[in-house]
């Protein structure tokens, strides 16, 4: 039996697991090929981003240069121009930019809701997690692209509708990677030791269980974001999503699917786009997995 004094020793926040512990995981991370090359392209992501939000393009995005219209990649236009004369690049930083903010919008929503019911599902258990799980199973029925057109559908196009759509999408997915990690964690010691001394439920969740299912979330939501970029470019393609004058890689596509014969540039760079924004996550997912998965190091 332990003492008085043993059992109510102060617990630490939170004991991590070897999948999220140690030093050295950002050089880790640097030692792995697909790492590597994944945070190189997100970083070029995120840059091309920023710079479109905030206007510093060669040319205004909405800008007409009616005699330079359908013009080949050349020294002013780097990546040519399209039907109405609208600098190609300008308009895919631009287009980056809303690209981003769908995409870190929606699967910052949809991994606090699906982290929040995949965490008191596996918590408590029973009843509790029957219905919840059931609940989320409901939406796996569903394939991916037509519960997103379904939302869209009913909501009505729009840059804030197809962040919702993604959100209702994914949501499920988070917390079914939530829950694992909790029915793991919560039967284990320290977990045990913070309810002998009496510890609330909601801070034990908070604070002892939770924190040790970071590593499994941080490659989520890396795999999520990439999926929410083919998403928001197959609603806009579609014409559900962003909507013109607005640019989005998907809307770009589908402007200039018509002209791929006499100007392929319009449809090559867009998919360009689109094909490097979403390796660079998988990548970077790929390698998040390998450097906290202890499995993957060797270790036991």
């Known amino acids: 039996m332990p003492t008085v004094t043993e059992t109510t020793q102060p617990l630490p926040d939170a004991v991590a697991l070897p999948a999220a512990r140690g030093p050295g995981v950002l050089s880790r991370l640097l030692r792995n090929i697909s790492g590597v090359v994944g945070l190189v392209l997100v970083l070029l992501f995120l840059c091309a981003g920023a710079l479109g939000g905030l206007g510093i393009t060669p040319y ?5 240069h009616v005699p330079d219209r359908m013009q080949g990649p050349s020294a002013a236009y780097v990546m040519g121009t399209d039907l109405f004369g609208r600098d190609v690049a300008s308009r895919l930083m631009k287009g980056a930019a809303n690209s981003l903010q769908v995409a870190l919008s929606a699967v910052a929503l949809s991994g606090l809701i699906g982290t929040t019911i995949g965490a008191v599902a596996g918590y408590l258990g029973g009843l509790v997690d029957n219905i919840l799980m ?14 997103a057109l379904l939302v869209v559908a009913v909501l009505g196009p729009g840059l804030r509708n197809t ?39 909601w801070r034990v969740l ?21 999926w929410a970029l083919i998403t928001e ?6 014409g559900l ?9 998907g809307l770009m596509l589908s402007e200039g699917r018509s002209l791929a014969e006499i100007a392929p540039w319009l449809v090559a760079f867009p998919g360009l ?5 979403v390796l660079g996550f998988n990548l970077l997912g ?6 906290l998965d202890p499995r993957l190091r060797g270790l036991r």
């Not at 786009?273 to 924004?277: F, K």
């Not at 790929?286 to 450097?291: E, F, I, K, Y």
């Open 60 to 64: 205004p995005p909405n800008e007409q």
């Open 134 to 147: 059931r609940i989320m199973d409901v939406f796996f029925a569903f394939p991916t692209i037509l519960l």
């Open 163 to 201: 962040i919702l759509a993604i959100t209702v999408v994914y949501s499920p997915i988070f917390a079914r990677v939530a829950r694992g990690p909790v029915l793991s964690v919560k039967e284990m010691e320290f977990v045990t030791a913070a309810h002998c001394i009496g510890l609330r439920e």
């Open 206 to 226: 908070l604070r002892h269980v939770l924190p040790n299912t970071v590593a499994p979330l941080i490659v989520q939501v890396s795999l999520a974001l990439s």
């Open 233 to 238: 470019a197959g609603l806009s393609f579609l």
């Open 241 to 249: 999503g962003t909507q013109p004058p607005e640019p989005s890689w």
């Open 273 to 277: 786009a689109i094909m490097v924004g």
């Open 286 to 291: 790929d390698g998040l997995r390998d450097v």
